[in-house]
């Protein structure tokens, strides 16, 4: 069985910064996986944050880029986001999520094997 659980969220000031981490089980980082993190904000879609191929290529929004930064290590099978500079428009529920194959990119996170985390909530405030 499959389980992705995510931690490290929590409120914080414009500015501040967190450190959001992803331990999976029933999966093998080191196989090909594609890892992301995606957010939903309130009255908002789902978008996607970050990602990090099998390979460790990565990938970011471009409302992240500079600010956050996505890494794993494959030997704790663990997902790490570490966000700097928050802003109150990063207030959302974070979703950590695997997806097997080739195909690592977001829009590819809409279909095939994939598996969810059940989200951490962080809060920005201004």
């Known amino acids: 069985q499959v389980q992705l659980v995510e931690s490290g969220g929590g409120s914080v000031q414009a500015g501040g910064s967190l450190r959001l981490s992803c331990a999976a089980s029933g999966i093998t980082f080191s196989d090909y996986y594609c890892m992301a993190w995606f957010r939903q904000g309130p009255g908002k879609e789902r978008e996607g944050v970050a990602l990090?191929?099998?390979?460790?290529?990565?990938t970011y929004a471009d409302s992240v880029k500079g600010r956050f930064t996505i890494s794993k290590d494959n030997g704790k099978n663990t997902l790490y986001l570490q966000m700097d500079s928050l802003k109150p428009e990063d207030t959302a529920m974070y979703y950590c999520?695997?997806?097997?194959?080739?195909?690592?990119?977001?829009?590819?996170?809409?279909?095939?094997?994939?598996?969810w985390g059940q989200g951490t909530q962080v809060t920005v405030s201004s």
């Open positions: 990090i191929s099998r390979e460790g290529m990565t």
């Open positions: 999520a695997a997806r097997g194959g080739q195909l690592c990119y977001f829009s590819a996170f809409s279909k095939g094997m994939l598996y």
